[in-house]
């Protein structure tokens, strides 16, 4: 979905609607791991049907289920922080690593 047509054309915190499998969801081009990718919003009462779709179409790519261990050590790796993980009102800014934003 990366380079997949319009898909590319989204910026920021924009979204997609699309079909996966018989169920609708949208893809936001938005992610916590720091690389390209997406997130799929949708009803939860669709989840595994999505799933199974993305499943299925990743297979000729290898794909795997992964889990927020692994998502929690890319986010890691781009020094994304996480809000009661890795900042508490009791340190400033800067104390955090953020000043890049202040």
């Not at 997609?16 to 609708?24: N, V, W």
């Amino acid at each position: 979905m990366n380079l997949a047509g319009h898909f590319g054309e989204l910026f920021g915190i924009d979204f997609q609607a699309l079909l996966l499998g018989r169920s609708r969801a949208r893809a936001l081009r938005i992610n916590y791991v720091g690389e390209l990718g997406w997130e799929l919003h949708h009803p939860l009462t669709y989840q595994n049907v999505i799933f199974d779709a993305i499943m299925e179409a990743g297979k000729e790519f290898g794909i795997k289920p992964f889990g927020i261990r692994a998502m929690d050590s890319l986010r890691i790796e781009k020094s994304y922080k996480y809000w009661r993980g890795d900042l508490f009102t009791e340190y400033t800014a800067w104390e955090s690593g953020l000043d890049r934003f202040v």
